[in-house]
Every structure is written in structure tokens, then in C-alpha cells.
């Protein structure tokens, strides 16, 4: 897969007459199809397939993608197991924290009190939630799920992550 592209989901169904993918979603992403004009469709060797998006239909887990007429119908019908992908910019920031999982990369990771725990190092998106890795200072790692109980809050700017007791959810990495 391209580094360009996200993956949000694997197309279950494919209606090659009348240009149809089913894409089913990713929790994550449930939602997150909005109105893309673009989105690429990727298998093993091949490169992505990027295909104008005439519609969505649907809500979440299942989206229905209608793609433009460009595309021949032996083409849609070999989308199906395919991933669907969408570029970052097409994903719509969370409502409640206005910010992606991505978002978090190099973020100082701070306690309630002030203290610095370490700085996120990765992300992995989940189909129940998403979780990030966590530098700590003398050089080990810990996995933090990407949770209302954890992030308090997170700063763009100031490029940092509060977050609550974290405790209860510290896994070594």
C-alpha cells in the first residue's frame, strides 16, 4: 500500500452494473467516507487503483461507494477483498477531539500532575479502538489505548498529550 493512503476498510461486495463497491468499515473510520472525491482500492503486487467517487451511500460500518464511469465493469467486479483506502486529508477529524490517530506521531505524552511520561513513537489503528506506543524516558516502551479514560486532552500546537491515570492500562511494548 502506498504511504499516500490510508486503509479504512475491505470492500465485502461488488455490483460491477452499476458501479457499486461495498466497502465494509473499520471502527475506527465507521462514518468517515463522507463525500471523498477520490478513493483507492489496493491488492497485493498490483499499485492502487484510484477511482473517482461519483456518491456514498450508507452509515456506518457499510458504506456503499457508486464510482465514476470511467471505470470498466471487469474492474469493479475485481475490486471485491480489496482494501479501500482514502487519503488522509478525505478523513474527517474526530468530532469530539478534533484529531486523528495519526495526529498523535511525536507528541510529548504528559501526566495530569505535569509530569512527562514520554513521547508517542507509533500509532495502530483497531477495530475497537485505536492505541499508541509510548518512549518513556529510560528507554522503554509502554501501549496506551486510544480512549476517553486516557487522552484528557490533546494540543495541536503545543504538540502534547494529557492524559489521566494510565495506570490500569500500561503495557509493556
Do not use: H
Not at 122 to 141: I, W
Amino acid at each position: 500500500m502506498a504511504g499516500a493512503w490510508i486503509g479504512i476498510g475491505r470492500v465485502r461486495s461488488v455490483n460491477p452494473r452499476a458501479r457499486e463497491v461495498r466497502v465494509e468499515v473499520r471502527a475506527p473510520y465507521s462514518g468517515a467516507l463522507g463525500s471523498p472525491s477520490w478513493i483507492g482500492f489496493a491488492r497485493d503486487p498490483a499499485p492502487v487503483l484510484r477511482c473517482k467517487v461519483e456518491r456514498v451511500r450508507g452509515e456506518g460500518a457499510v458504506m456503499v461507494v457508486v464510482l465514476g464511469a470511467g471505470l470498466p465493469r471487469d474492474a469493479v467486479a475485481g475490486l471485491r477483498g480489496a482494501e479501500a483506502l482514502l487519503a488522509p486529508d478525505d478523513i474527517p477529524v474526530r468530532s469530539a477531539g478534533a484529531w486523528r490517530i495519526q495526529d498523535l506521531l511525536g507528541m510529548a505524552v504528559v501526566a495530569a500532575d505535569g509530569s512527562v511520561i514520554g513521547a508517542v513513537c507509533e500509532v495502530y489503528e483497531g477495530p475497537a479502538n485505536d492505541a499508541f506506543a509510548v518512549a518513556r524516558p529510560d528507554g522503554t516502551r509502554c501501549l496506551l489505548p486510544a480512549i476517553g479514560e486516557v487522552i484528557l486532552g490533546v494540543d495541536r500546537e503545543a504538540r502534547r498529550i494529557e492524559v489521566g491515570d494510565v495506570t490500569p492500562f500500561m503495557v509493556d511494548a
